[in-house]
């Protein structure tokens, strides 16, 4: 098989092709993956005679056509650019996640010139889809009133993927992921980048500022669950969608305060005392519009599963990621 | 005030035309009326000096910006490919429903460089928008699953008009309109178009035919209702719509048998004798996939009236169409 995965040097990208080069894709052997991003990858990436990196503007249609060649069976799309961004520059959204995805989607399309099946394509989508008035748990039945520039340009992909997929040009899934936590790295501009922050610092010795209160409900998954999604997503076959390819994936409800209380279980008071309360009513705004509960009957019947609680999660971080982190944020 | 139509030839923009220059667009007088279409209108328009045509493609982003000039303050978006066109041509569906959109809102956002109040713009969007296993009354709350490409590019349309409304950009509003009946003129490439063609060709003197049950329950609503409509919304604040700029009109369920006892009821037995059944299963599909019943009790709310029943709307047909059906049709 040949895979592409968009936004491959971000830090879902990267643990999807390592996944994907450890473990196989679930639909045959891994004959070539190619890792799409806008810049070099900033963290390690195995060696591996299977592993190719392109560089190159998502949003260019000629670049995205040589990149999803004939012979392409599956693509993860998962470049974008975050929400904060997103917000602040419109005309960078919507030509990333908008021109962006509507590239990859013609690409696919375009191997139906010579490929008989159309590639499987797994899409990521957001939470931030969902807004306005909520009801308790939001999921697949929730109409879609997104409340950010990055949440409208998810929702458009959600739709650009279903209509492509009805007409056979793509076997299309699109998957709602959760908030993610705890990510590696450094604070990005996305409004839940605290989420991770108030965990990941820490437990790294360095400070962090957590901008909503206590009370606060999130939606969450960690990374290694939603890789796990990514990849189950792959190789379920598209009928098993129904009438729709966009899909609610599970998470798990955590107060934030339950969230610090975790850091000081994991991490004593030596961790706790790295985190420290400051209220921002513009985050916590765009945080409490936010899902507190995910409703996802759907997506359990499919196979996808949710983490346990936040103290599996912390401990996931710790595992896989602080080893790194404390190398790199250095 | 300057006012620009798209799809200002086409049948409802003409018409909306027709309401401003004669009883003025509720916000102020009308100084300039701009009708934009991709070709020469068909219809007679009325002799007024504050008429201006423009003929071009919707999809071209510099013709879109020089109609939509400096000193514009309403746009009524209503040009589209209908939806079995943009079902059949995948390329012109998009480029005219989805880039033409986009060139439309992109046109609003750059008056913000000289004008300080974005202009209000008033977008058609479609029952087509929904789709998948829908409730009794389908309505604001209702997920968007479109089944079709032309459904999916009006849920596109809809998600950029909140976006960029939220934004300041645009003051916007997004109408679903229900299924327009009796459309004057000649068949069109729209899978309903039946539901005009079985009522206005019998009244002319010539057969139409029936694709559906008489069992088949759909939802109306008439030129005038839909007319009084697009005006309304057009005079409305921005803050009137609240969370959404998307609004569901009202519109009334009949079943077509019923229809067609109402064209007889109106033109006797030598008008039923003009109609003939005959199922095609295709057609009858698409149709049974859309709401037989609308749940419209924000639009009501904001002054959106209904039809009282199909005897009313064959009489406004009657009262408004019929002289000129007969003379074009011949």
Redesign the interface.
Known sequence: MRIVITGGCGFLGRRVAIRLLEQGSGLGPVDELVLFDNAAPALPLPEDRRLRLITGDIADRDTVRRLIAPGTDAVFHLAAVVSGQAEAD?DLGYRVNLDGTRAVLDACRALGQTDPKPPRLVFASSLAVY???LPAAVG????????T?YG?QK??GE??V??YS??G?VDGRALRLPTVVVRPGRPNRAASTFASSMIREPLAGQDAVCPVTPETVMALASPRRIVDGLVHALGLPGAAFG??R?LQLPGFSVAVGEMAAALRRAGGAAAAAHLSWQPDPLIQAIVSGWPRALATPRAEALGFGRDRDIDEVVRFFIEDDLPLQRQFAG
Chains 1, 2 share one sequence.
């Open positions: 419109t807004g306005g008035a697949d039945d929730t109409a879609l009133y997104p409340q520039s409208t929702a458009l739709l650009l279903n209509d009805r007409k040009f009438a729709s966009s």
